[in-house]
């Protein structure tokens, strides 16, 4: 009855542990502990998605107001993408933290996210998640800050004020709907009464908008964005990893869940919030692309191109049809895959080089060929070339965004779309070519190879493996997708 609760507890009462433990342990002795403990965790994970015990009905915060658990289609998908890339960003940290003070810390609040993120997957009703929405800025919130510096402790801070004030802007939504929904439990279709849809139309429209601008936060969506791009290149690599592959992700699910789950798609299909949210996403799109487009260091363009992907995403739930919806959570897993692959391969150029610059990286494909080849394909995924489930995704989306009936976005959409993966292109591929072919006057002399370890190479390589993967052999997953997305819309 209670497994659904252990990887949830788990990792968030060993990452305390960790945290508490009254000196700086032996960093061997840490890190294989922090290793265990992942390794655990993915296995309780992996367990309780195969018991019977799907749900839980923890305590009542008030009489109303259970803290309740369940698993559905939508947690399983999320909760897939948050173990593998926690996983293999944990074991890459054993090798990149070598050169970072305070590993004790990083790895407790590491740990603790990693607890969070499950519980926000098998959240049941939209009190459950909100409360673990906080709790996931707050244990994320180290992991920016991390080396300390002036930058890291602005970046923080800025991650922290933009996050609360988004959250605290859903809550305002979440009052509202708490005394006009028969209950906040997740329910496919939505729990708005049809009384207060009608009576109140309007007011619940806007209750909707606002509720899409506070998730949007921590989604990176235009106009509260700039956290983002912040954040990101103070981090440590593994840290800008997961908050890049997964925890960004948290937005999405948060408006996955109050738009089909709790609002509905009928109530906002056709209206101006729809109208609002896909003029929103489309604008993030372009605007993050160009943003990375002109962007010389690579950690800050890589944190500008996950602004624009994310709104791939958005775009997708805005579109509010099965085709757009499903190519929207294949990107969620295609684009955890491969931002994951590109942080961490920015994360071991730094290591291995110390250098932070795309200018500076010319050659670098003669130096770390095993790396940057997996940085092309990854890259090549992102822009949406076959064979990779980059591809799939947005095939998806705009196949999706075609046949919607959302007016002039049926066209703007894919559109926007094709202009952002050519930019795409514009900001990734130079990295490829120059570092392939670096010229002629290249000196090849002070050339020596120096790929990193293979605590760093091996989750870069499983998760460009499964960036190919999820686009060779597509079938299965845009099944699974597909058949829990109907009974949605």
Request: charged share 10%; aromatic share 12%.
């Given at each position: 009855m209670y497994l659904i609760l252990l990887p949830i507890l788990f990792p968030i009462l060993a990452g305390f542990a960790i945290l508490v433990f009254p000196k700086e342990p032996d960093r061997r002795l840490l890190t294989a502990t922090a290793g265990t403990c992942l390794v655990i965790t993915g296995a309780l994970v992996l367990c309780t998605l195969l018991s019977a015990s799907q749900e839980l009905m923890l305590f009542h915060l008030t009489e109303t107001l259970p803290i309740y658990f369940k698993i559905d289609e939508t947690g399983i998908t999320f909760s897939f993408l948050t173990v593998i890339v926690f996983i293999c960003a944990g074991f890459f940290s054993f090798a990149y933290m070598k050169h970072e003070q305070n590993e004790k810390r990083y790895y407790g609040f590491y740990l603790m996210a990693f607890g969070v993120l499950n519980a926000l997957c098998f959240a049941g009703n939209l009190i459950t998640f909100y409360l673990f929405f906080e709790l996931l800025t707050l244990s994320s919130f180290p992991l920016v800050l991390h080396t300390g510096s002036k930058e890291a402790i602005m970046a923080g801070l800025k991650y922290l004020f933009y996050s609360l004030c988004g959250a605290y802007a859903s809550l305002f939504g979440i009052y509202f709907l708490y005394h006009n929904c028969?209950?906040?439990?997740?329910?496919a279709g939505g729990v708005l009464k049809a009384s207060?849809?009608?009576?109140?139309?309007?007011?619940?429209?806007?209750?909707?908008?606002?509720?899409?601008?506070?998730?949007?936060?921590?989604?990176?969506?235009?106009?509260m964005h700039a956290w983002l791009p912040t954040a990101h290149p103070v981090a440590p690599a593994p840290a800008s990893a997961t908050l890049s592959a997964v925890i960004v992700k948290a937005g999405v699910l948060a408006l996955i869940r109050v738009v089909y789950y709790i609002i509905g798609p009928d109530f906002l299909r056709g209206s101006w919030v729809q109208t609002a949210w896909l003029t929103l996403s489309l604008t993030t799109v372009f605007l993050g692309s160009m943003l990375a487009y002109r962007e010389p260091v690579l950690k800050k363009r890589l944190a500008y191109s996950t602004v624009s992907q994310l709104s791939y995403i958005l775009f997708g739930l805005a579109v509010m049809n099965k085709e757009a919806f499903t190519g929207g959570l294949l990107h969620v897993l295609a684009h955890g895959f491969i931002k994951g692959t590109l942080f961490l391969i920015a994360g071991a150029i730094i290591y291995t080089t110390g250098k932070t610059r795309v200018d500076e990286?010319?050659?670098?494909?003669?130096?770390?060929?095993?790396?940057?080849?997996?940085?092309?394909?990854?890259?090549?995924?992102?822009i949406g070339i076959p064979p990779t489930g980059g591809f799939i995704s947005k095939w998806y989306l705009a196949t999706g965004g075609l046949a919607g009936d959302i007016g002039i976005f049926r066209y703007l959409g894919p559109a926007i779309l094709l202009l952002s993966a050519l930019l795409t292109a514009g900001y990734l591929l130079p990295l490829t070519i120059q570092g392939f072919f670096p010229g002629a006057d290249y000196d090849y002399t002070s050339l020596h190879r120096q790929e990193p370890c293979h605590l760093m190479t091996i989750p870069i390589v499983l998760l460009t493996v499964l960036s190919v993967l999820i686009g060779l052999f597509p079938n299965i997953v845009v099944a699974y997708l597909t058949n829990f997305v109907s009974t949605l819309l």
């Open positions: 028969d209950t906040l439990t997740f329910t207060a849809a009608s009576a109140e139309g309007r007011f619940f429209l806007l209750i909707a908008f606002v509720m899409i601008l506070g998730f949007g936060v921590k989604a990176g969506m235009v106009p990286l010319r050659g670098i494909g003669k130096e770390m060929p095993l790396t940057m080849w997996c940085y092309t394909i990854v890259s090549l995924g992102l």
